[in-house]
């Protein structure tokens, strides 16, 4: 079984910053260059949503909720992808999860913004 490895969630006020990591297992270090790596998240109740994605290409995307709050980063050599997560709200209270290609999860990391 593949499972990513995220770390770096926690409890956090409003208006506060996190840093998620996420690296990938030894079974994918050959082909983590070429993949397609995203974090998603789903809150209590709600359906899981594409938070950002970094692809094999250098490209990002993010979802409309966050733009200009969040920030993906990759470094290949490490087979390491980053969540930069300023300015906090309490609606992103979630649990987020690393993804390569679609295929590859990790367990999720657990946000929290509360006062």
């Known amino acids: 079984q593949v499972l990513l490895r995220e770390s770096g969630g926690g409890l956090v006020p409003p208006g506060g910053s996190l840093r998620l990591s996420c690296v990938a297992p030894r079974s994918i270090f050959s082909v983590f260059s070429g993949l397609l790596m995203a974090w998603y998240r789903q809150a209590p109740g709600k359906q899981r949503e594409l938070v950002a994605e970094?692809?094999?290409?250098?490209?990002?995307n993010y979802g409309d909720s966050v733009k200009g709050r969040f920030t993906v980063s990759r470094d290949n050599s490490r087979k390491t992808v980053w969540l930069q997560m300023n300015n906090l709200k309490p609606e992103d209270t979630a649990v987020y999860y690393c993804?390569?290609?679609?295929?590859?999860w990790g367990q999720g990391t657990q946000v929290t913004v509360d006062a």
């Open positions: 993804a390569a290609d679609n295929q590859y």
């Open positions: 970094s692809t094999s290409f250098g490209s990002t």
